[in-house]
């Protein structure tokens, strides 16, 4: 069995005010815009094969890192007792038994591993530097990647649970590196005052061939009997679920050369996988279609996107791929004229885009829906002329005023979480933490007359996000979906999202209240419990399902 990470690609960027050291570095701003894509691409294929020789390879290297170690100065991020959980836990030798279960594993759970990933970041914790050139710093979910694998077995009587826990990181090439290194080198990328956010990019690139660390903590998904760890800013990496050895990375022989989404999705009937790449560089966004035994990209194309939307997940229904194109955005020509590398507006477009399995950019049908800041899709089906989308949707995002956030008090997350004050919003909005915590969603499309219909599937009392059905109804009407609910306390006072609870959805249970302004809601059961991870769907009996 499978597991699905607990983090939504959740992102903060920190600009404070332009600093001085702007109107000294505008020569290198013009140069760096003018050179930085060409150079990117052909870096990104072929990093550090240098037309010299090994020796002067080696020099070079050893004075750019003579250069960083003068220059940035690197510190450990301040991890609050409210934020514990969040510190890295030590790598495991070998697997440790469980001798304390609270609670009862059911006779009738199936045996296998259950596993998860996460960040786990390496030599103590998340780094900040300081150098002439400003302050950056990693984010919460940028540590590297580490597997987390609970094995369920039972006794030769049949009747005794025997559970074992092992953890292992994922050895992507840069986990490698830093580990041979044996100190922190690649210097923090995304968050923080530009030009230093720039001059890192450069520094990186020159060092190492990537602008940052190949970070494998965000999912874990099977196709065709293999498994395999991703996070979207690379292609993934087949993993063994037993030793958690990492096997290499997957890029589809060769086809794929891209970033791969977190969340991709098996088509209906066909056992394809329908994955989609975005990039801070044109094209922004592909979508590939990957065949059912996992060994050929039987499609691929260009949306022609005129923006990088950070999208993290996507839909399918039997004959569509559903993408999702949210004004949450990633752009490296505002980064170079001092503003944030990301960020959310809200006045930007947000449209919902239903797309042929096999289509192009022309047969892509889109639907402008409300601007919001969607992470996760719950399901997409057909019914009727409608494709029905169901998701937890935000109306703004955490992201959208974390700029004033100061490095050295190591802030991860907005402030606006931290504080929970009034908020300044639209008097249709009964709860303060509606524009920012997320509740599930629907949006119904029509594909005849192109109308949209919008819904709060649940009300406001509770926010929802990490959804999961039976994975079976992928692509097709569900009458059942599970969510996390967040813990409002325990947010608060950590600076972090927290869970405190389980949802279950009921989609065809309802108030009897019509459409409209009323909208009627769902049936909702919550269960309050200690919560932490995405849920995970088991069956009790497997059952057979056919499509018509």
């Not at 990933?117 to 914790?125: C, D, Y």
């Not at 965000?218 to 993993?239: C, D, L, M, R, W």
């Not at 006045?347 to 601007?371: H, K, L, Q, T």
């Not at 009921?506 to 909702?524: C, L, M, R, V």
């Amino acid at each position: 069995m499978t597991y699905t990470s607990t983090m939504a690609f959740h992102v903060n960027c920190s600009v404070q005010s332009r600093p001085s050291l702007f109107k000294n570095i505008d020569r290198f701003k013009i140069r760096f815009s003018s050179s930085y894509k060409p150079l990117l691409k052909e870096w990104q294929k072929l990093p550090m094969q240098l037309d010299v020789s090994e020796s002067i390879r080696n020099a070079s290297v050893k004075l750019l890192d003579a250069f960083v170690d003068s220059l940035f100065q690197f510190s450990d991020q301040l991890v609050l007792p409210s934020q514990s959980n969040f510190a890295p836990v030590d790598e495991l030798n070998e697997a440790l038994t469980i001798t304390s279960i609270e609670g009862k594993v059911p006779h009738d759970f199936p045996e296998g591993v259950y596993i998860r990933n996460g960040p786990n970041p390496l030599f103590g914790g998340l780094k900040s530097t300081a150098s002439i050139f400003g302050k950056t710093g990693h984010i919460w979910i940028e540590g590297e990647g580490m597997l987390h694998a609970l094995c369920f077995d039972k006794d030769s009587d049949g009747e005794t649970w025997r559970v074992s826990y092992n953890n292992r990181h994922v050895e992507t090439e840069t986990y490698k590196l830093e580990k041979q290194r044996d100190k922190p080198s690649f210097l923090p990328a995304v968050e923080g005052h530009p030009p230093a956010i720039l001059v890192a990019y450069l520094l990186n690139m020159l060092r190492f061939g990537k602008v940052n660390k190949d970070l494998s903590n965000t999912n874990v998904f099977e196709h065709s009997g293999k498994f395999y760890s991703i996070a979207e800013h690379h292609i993934p990496q087949e993993i063994d679920i037993f030793s958690l050895q990492t096997l290499g990375d997957w890029d589809i022989n060769g086809a794929w050369h891209r970033p791969f989404n977190s969340h991709p999705k098996r088509a209906p009937g066909t056992g394809e996988l329908v994955v989609f790449g975005v990039d801070a560089m044109k094209p922004f966004m592909e979508v590939g279609v990957v065949s059912a035994d996992g060994k050929r990209l039987v499609h691929k194309v260009d949306l022609n996107f005129n923006r990088c939307t950070l999208s993290h997940d996507m839909g399918v229904t039997e004959r569509y791929n559903v993408i999702i194109d949210f004004p949450l955005t990633i752009d490296i020509h505002r980064l170079m004229k001092g503003g944030p590398l990301i960020k959310f507006d809200k006045e930007d477009y947000a449209r919902i885009g239903v797309m042929p399995r096999y289509g192009d950019a022309d047969s892509v049908r889109w639907f402008e829906v409300e601007p919001n800041c969607t992470f996760h899709i719950l399901n997409c089906f057909e019914e009727g002329d409608e494709v029905v989308v169901r998701g937890c949707r935000s109306l703004e995002s955490v992201i959208s005023e974390s700029c004033d956030m100061d490095l050295d008090k190591s802030e991860w997350v907005s402030g606006r979480l931290r504080s929970k004050g009034p908020i300044q919003q639209d008097a249709k909005y009964s709860t303060k933490d509606e524009l920012l915590f997320s509740r599930s969603y629907e949006w119904r499309l029509n594909m005849e007359t192109g109308e949209v219909k919008e819904r709060n599937l649940t009300g406001t009392p509770f926010a929802m996000e990490f959804p999961m059905i039976n994975p079976n109804f992928n692509g097709v009407k569900n009458k059942f979906g599970y969510t996390q609910t967040v813990h409002d306390s325990a947010s608060a006072s950590s600076g972090m999202p927290k869970f405190g609870g389980l949802a279950k959805l009921y989609f065809e249970e309802t108030d009897n209240k019509e459409w409209g302004e009323s909208e009627g809601h769902i049936k909702a059961g919550v269960k309050k419990m200690m919560a932490g991870s995405s849920p995970l769907f088991m069956m009790k009996t497997q059952t057979h399902l056919k499509f018509t």
